[in-house]
Each structure stands twice: as C-alpha cells, then as structure tokens.
Nanobody
C-alpha cells in the first residue's frame, strides 16, 4: 500500500512564496514519476509539474518560470517551490506518484493566494 503525505499549504499574499512537500511511503519502486496537480473550484484537475526519477521535469504552461519541482530520491519526497504566486494559483494541490502505470494520490493541500 502506498501512502502520500503532503504538507506546506496555506494562505499567502499575491507575489509571495510557498513550498509544498510530499513524502511517499509503502511498496513503491524507485523508478517512478512524482508530481503535483491542482484543482480550483469548478475547474478540472490540471498538471502543475512532474519529475522523473532521473529528474526530467515537465511544467504546466501557467506555472513555467514561477514554480520549481524537485525530489529527494533517498527520502522518496517531492517538493514544489512556488514563487510569484497569483490569485489564480488558488486551488487544492494534489501530490501524485505514477509507478508501473498506476497513479497514487495524496489527500490534497489547500493553497490560497489572497490579500
């Protein structure tokens, strides 16, 4: 059983920064892809960023240049550094791990960007 535990969400003013973390535990191989998705009220879940075990990254167009994804393979943890946050970044952010074509999801953490 795979468990994903997220942390780091909260309320931040426009232009501010936040860092999300997600630790994976359980029976999961090292050759996995980890990532973050988000879902705003009334909208579909969308890609934020993904990173492979070899640290190849992919970003959603709306966050390129502002967000940085990284991972610690020894800790099976993925991070999302968010800078220059905008009100439209407000959403529930979900951690995702894809291993052997199976998706595992965290419970989600709320990020609210508001003055």
């Amino acid at each position: 059983q795979v468990q994903l535990v997220e942390s780091g969400g909260g309320l931040v003013q426009p232009g501010g920064s936040l860092r999300l973390s997600c630790a994976a535990s359980g029976s999961i191989g090292s050759t996995n892809t980890m990532g973050w998705y988000r879902q705003a009220p009334g909208k579909q879940r969308e890609l934020v960023a993904t990173i492979t075990s070899r640290r190849n990254t992919n970003y959603g167009d709306s966050v390129k240049g502002r967000f940085t994804i990284s991972r610690d393979n020894a800790k099976n943890t993925v991070y999302l550094q968010m800078k220059s946050l905008k009100p439209e970044d407000t959403a529930v952010y979900y951690c995702n791990v894809n291993w052997l074509s199976v998706n595992y999801w965290g419970q989600g953490t709320q990020v609210t960007v508001s003055s």
